[in-house]
Every structure is written in C-alpha cells, then in structure tokens.
C-alpha cells in the first residue's frame, strides 16, 4: 500500500464548476501537507501548503486537511481552461525529509 | 521571485555517454533534492543534500552522483546512460520550512 493514495482520474468539468481533489494517507505521523500543479512536460509546482487540520484559502484554491480521517482535499472554485494540469498532492514527516507523493490527479477543464 | 534553475532544459545523449544536470536554489535554501520522473510515473525520489552533505539516499542509481558546492548549487552527473534513464529530472529547494520549490526540470533523451 502506497503511503499517499489519490483517484489518477482523469476528470473532466465544465469551465465555472467547482472541483474537488482527495488524497488519503496511512501514515498519522505526517505534518506537512501540500498540493502540487503540473502542467504538461513542466516540474510541478507549490500551490498550497498546510500544517494544521482545517481550511486555507487562497484565491480561487482551498486546501482542506482532516487529520482524524487522514483526508487532504483541494477545491477549485470557479474552475478555468488554464487550471487544466495533474494536481498532485504531498505529504512530509516533519525533518524527515522524506517526502511522499500522490500518484497525481489529471483535470481537465473544458471551456 | 527566484525560482529554482535548472540546466539545460532539454539534452539530447546517446548510450553509455555521460550526463551532467545543474540545479540552482533559492537564495537562501540549503537544500536540494532530486527526482526522477519516468514517462507516465511518478516522481521518485533520488537523493538530497543539506549544507553540501549528502542528507538522504532514495533510488539513485550506482551510476549516478551529485555533490552540492559552496554556493549551495548541485549537480547531478549521470554516467553510462541507459535508454532507461530517459525522464524528466527536477530539484527541488528548501530553505528552513518544509515547503519546498521545484524547479522546471531537464527533459533527458537517451537514444
């Protein structure tokens, strides 16, 4: 069983709807918890970070995570062509440095 | 902002020659990790560096090495290439979170 599970899809939404992106973890040791983009032949990149259970915003980006559950989700609201890409989500051991990846979510947002 | 760098972009090898890839931080990141991401795979895990010290060891083949320098810039040196170790390369910077940034990586091509 991996460490980091996450649905590879791929999904596909029309332009304006609300996506919604889940991992699960095994591992209750875990701390750090973010959400990677990566766009075709591109390295990802950090969209989202969270240390504590709860919600974080940013823009149009919320990152959930639910520690009793070891659940981490990522809603997109208002959805766009642009946010077409592999999402990938990851976890970290806090100085660790060992660092797990979801095998990444491909969206696919249709204008 | 700086982003992490990496050289070159793209290089082109051919069978049992020799690879070097560059990774250049973030201004005051003191580590590096690299990663290997074969077609269609995940990101694996390769190895990293703190403080020009090798800090951690994941799937790196014998043929492979990396040193971190002084001015905190690493290289990967990639030896008898392999059509295997055809994949896209990225590193990845860390400064004193956990947060990490990657770079744009170097798409290999062994013929």
């Known amino acids: 069983q991996k460490e980091v599970e996450q649905d590879p899809g791929p999904l596909s939404v029309p332009e304006g709807a609300i996506v919604s992106l889940n991992c699960t973890y095994s591992?209750?040791?875990?701390?750090?918890f973010m959400w990677y983009r990566q766009y075709s032949r591109k390295g990802p990149e950090l969209l989202m970070y969270t240390y504590s259970s709860g919600n974080k915003e940013d823009g149009r980006f919320t990152a959930q995570v639910d520690k009793s559950s070891k659940y981490i989700s990522l809603f997109i609201r208002d959805s766009q062509p642009s946010d077409s890409a592999t999402y990938l989500c990851a976890t970290l051991v806090y100085n660790f440095n060992k660092f797990y990846f979801g095998s990444g979510t491909k969206l696919n947002v249709k204008p | 902002a700086a982003g992490v760098i990496q050289s070159p972009r793209h290089l082109i090898k051919e069978k049992r020659e020799t690879a070097t890839l560059k990774c250049y931080p973030i201004p005051r990141h003191d580590t590096v990790y690299w990663y290997q991401q074969g077609p269609g795979q995940d990101p694996q895990f390769l190895i990293s560096f703190y403080e020009k010290m090798q800090s951690d060891k994941g799937s790196i083949p014998d043929r492979f090495s990396a040193q971190q320098f002084s001015d905190y810039h690493s290289e990967l040196n990639m030896s008898s290439l392999e059509l295997g170790d055809s994949a896209l390369y990225f590193c990845?910077?860390?400064?004193?979170?956990?947060?990490?940034?990657f770079g744009p990586g170097t798409r290999l091509l062994v013929l």
């Open positions: 990845a910077s860390s400064g004193q979170t956990s947060e990490r940034d």
């Open positions: 591992n209750s040791a875990f701390q750090y």
